[in-house]
């Protein structure tokens, strides 16, 4: 690495490629924080798989570009998007970023009736990001 001003990883291309499996869905683009083209894939099941199929080969690019968007520090972006994908419906990925509150009613309501799944599937990098930057930064 000869450049200085590397970023730190913080998404994964192995990630990328675990939820790639699932990407006719959108899964991986949403973690690479492509949000529209995450829902397009959601919809259209991979534009067809097809989209899904060439994304085979774009998830690296895809991965250093999330790194150099979102912010790094200690609550780990691929703990959050497995804990978002697979056990989302009771807000472990919530409790992980320390938000009890909004965790507990995710629990209680199936991820306040999936919509709040959906909610976290275009915003979790952000919230991610926001976490990370506050506890880095001292916000009190």
Known sequence: MTSMQHA?????????????????????RFYYGRKISGTIYFLTFGLFFIGWFIDLFLIPGMSKEASNTYQ?????????WILLT???????HRFYQGKWISGILYLLTGGFFMVGIIYDFWNLNEQVSLVNTEQQYGEQ
Do not use: K, N, Q, R
């Not at 291309?13 to 699932?22: D, Q, V």
């Not at 790094?72 to 959050?80: C, K, L, N, S």
């Not at 697979?86 to 472990?92: D, R, S």
């Open 8 to 28: 730190e990883e913080t998404h994964s291309p192995l990630i990328g490629y675990i939820l790639w499996i699932f990407g006719f869905l959108g899964s991986h």
């Open 72 to 80: 790094a520090g200690p609550v780990d972006y691929d703990i959050a």
């Open 86 to 92: 697979f056990l989302g419906i009771f807000g472990i």
